[in-house]
């Protein structure tokens, strides 16, 4: 079982940054998958961001070259860098994490940080 707890989320200008972090409450050393999804209001959740234990990683095309997911295993921490915001990337972003072997869903859920980003 792992808790996971998101901050960093907060208000910014289109073309700023914002750095959020999600703090597991165990070793994220072995944990096979994490990620970062997003949902904004009146939108399905997508997924933004995932990396593996190897440190593969996987983008969504509206973010790549601008996101960039990073994992400290020593530090029990999960980083999402977000650089060029735009307003489109409003929303509640979540930490997720799937300790479960194999591909398949995350079975673990921060419960969010909003990122609003102002024209």
């Known amino acids: 079982q792992v808790q996971l707890v998101e901050s960093g989320g907060g208000l910014v200008q289109a073309g700023g940054s914002l750095r959020l972090s999600c703090a597991a409450s165990?070793?994220?050393?072995?944990?096979?998958?994490m990620g970062w999804y997003r949902q904004a209001p009146g939108t399905q959740r997508e997924l933004v961001a995932a990396?593996?234990?190897?440190?593969?990683?996987n983008y969504a095309y509206s973010v790549k070259g601008r996101f960039t997911i990073s994992r400290d295993n020593a530090g029990n921490t999960l980083f999402l860098q977000m650089n060029s915001l735009r307003h489109e990337d409003t929303a509640n972003y979540y930490c997720?994490?799937?300790?479960?072997?194999?591909?398949?869903?995350?079975?673990?859920w921060g419960k969010g940080t909003l990122v609003t980003v102002s024209l």
């Open positions: 990396i593996t234990s190897g440190g593969s990683t």
């Open positions: 997720a994490a799937r300790t479960i072997p194999g591909i398949g869903a995350m079975n673990y």
């Open positions: 165990r070793s994220i050393y072995s944990i096979n998958t």
